[in-house]
């Protein structure tokens, strides 16, 4: 099994930063891919930024500019540096790991991100 601990949510005010972080532990072996998703009230969740593990990213076009996706691999964390956040940024936000070998999905639990105008 797999664990994913998110930390880092928070209310913020229009234009201010949070920092995510995704912490995963258990059996993860090989490769992997990392990414974070956001789900706001009545849609779908979104991509909003992925990493492989030759450190290409891709990002979801309305974060582009504001949000970096990063790694410690040594920690086996992912990070999500979030600026100049809009309202419509707000959502809870998922983190999830590919593993590569075994091709298993792993979910975070969620953290919720709020952006007050």
């Known amino acids: 099994q797999v664990q994913l601990v998110e930390s880092g949510g928070g209310l913020v005010q229009v234009g201010g930063s949070l920092r995510l972080s995704c912490a995963a532990s258990g059996m993860i072996f090989g490769i992997y891919n990392m990414g974070w998703y956001r789900q706001a009230p009545g849609k779908q969740r979104e991509l909003v930024a992925r990493?492989?593990?030759?450190?290409?990213?891709n990002y979801e076009d309305s974060v582009k500019g504001r949000f970096t996706i990063s790694t410690d691999n040594a920690k086996r964390t992912a990070y999500l540096q979030m600026n100049n956040l809009k309202p419509e940024d707000t959502a809870v936000y998922y983190c999830?790991?590919?593993?590569?070998?075994?091709?298993?999905?792993?979910w975070g639990q969620g953290t919720q991100v709020t952006v007050s105008s």
């Open positions: 999830k790991i590919e593993l590569v070998l075994t091709r298993h999905d792993y």
């Open positions: 990493i492989t593990n030759g450190g290409t990213t």
